[in-house]
T-cell receptor, first 110, second 119 residues
Framework: KNEVEQSPQNLTAQEGEFITINCSYS?????LHWLQQHPGGGIVSLFM???GKKKHGRLIATINIQEKHSSLHITASHPRDSAVYIC????????????FGKGTKLTVNP | GAGVSQSPSNKVTEKGKDVELRCDPI?????LYWYRQSLGQGLEFLIY????????KSGLPSDRFSAERTGGSVSTLTIQRTQQEDSAVYLC?????????????????FGNGTRLTVT
């Protein structure tokens, strides 16, 4: 079992829909990243959080440390949101090793 | 430059040859990371640098892989005697501080990667 599990693996939505991508992890963490990888391959860090909730534009990330679970929400989705979204965690204990989920491929159709 | 720069963007090499991959982090960033993304495997951590030191090399898959960083800036990942299973996209990222020091204020900035193909 991977230390970081994402669901769903693939997600297709219509423009305007509310999107939720889930991430569960099995280790104690110091921080969790949500990353976005576009078809060209470039990776952008969307959020880094260790508690609560963060919002940036139409994107919202939440984390529940007790339940070892994080969600990434996209409101009013748009075709340009089509990408692979990757959850990754830094484990506790001072490690700088980032452990990645396998990603969720999102396709938003016009 | 404004971002993390990696070169070459693509590299095709014959099995058994050595390759060097270069990463220029954002100026002033103390932490530098190498990752590998293999087809169907997702991203995996290779090595972490703080300044010129590499406190965590635990992700390097074999002793054919090595990396160094000089001047607290440029890093080179070297793969000796390449094998076909080394084919992957090698990504470099940097941050102002290590994540464990200041998780909130040091987001990771990724380069566009080097696509390595071993024939």
């Amino acid at each position: 079992k991977n230390e970081v599990e994402q669901s769903p693996q693939n997600l297709t939505a219509q423009e305007g829909e509310f999107i939720t991508i889930n991430c569960s992890y099995s280790v104690g963490i110091s921080a969790l990243h949500w990353l976005q990888q576009h078809p060209g391959g470039g990776i952008v860090s969307l959020f880094m959080l260790s508690s609560g909730k963060k919002k940036h534009g139409r994107l919202i990330a939440t984390i529940n440390i007790q339940e070892k679970h994080s969600s990434l929400h996209i409101t009013a989705s748009h075709p340009r949101d089509s990408a692979v979204y990757i959850c990754a965690v830094f484990s506790q204990g001072g490690s700088e090793k980032l452990v990645f989920g396998k990603g969720t491929k999102l396709t938003v159709n016009p | 430059g404004a971002g993390v720069s990696q070169s070459p963007s693509n590299k095709v090499t014959e099995k058994g040859k050595d390759v060097e991959l270069r990463c220029d982090p954002i100026s002033g960033h103390t932490a530098l990371y190498w990752y590998r993304q293999s087809l169907g495997q997702g991203l995996e951590f290779l090595i972490y640098f703080q300044g010129n030191s590499a406190p965590d090399k635990s992700g390097l898959p074999s002793d054919r892989f090595s990396a160094e960083r000089t001047g607290g800036s440029v890093s080179t990942l070297t793969i000796q005697r390449t094998q076909q299973e080394d084919s992957a996209v090698y990504l470099c990222a940097s941050s102002l501080f290590p994540a464990q020091v200041s998780s909130y204020n040091s987001p990771l900035h990724f380069g566009n990667g080097t696509r390595l193909t071993v024939t």
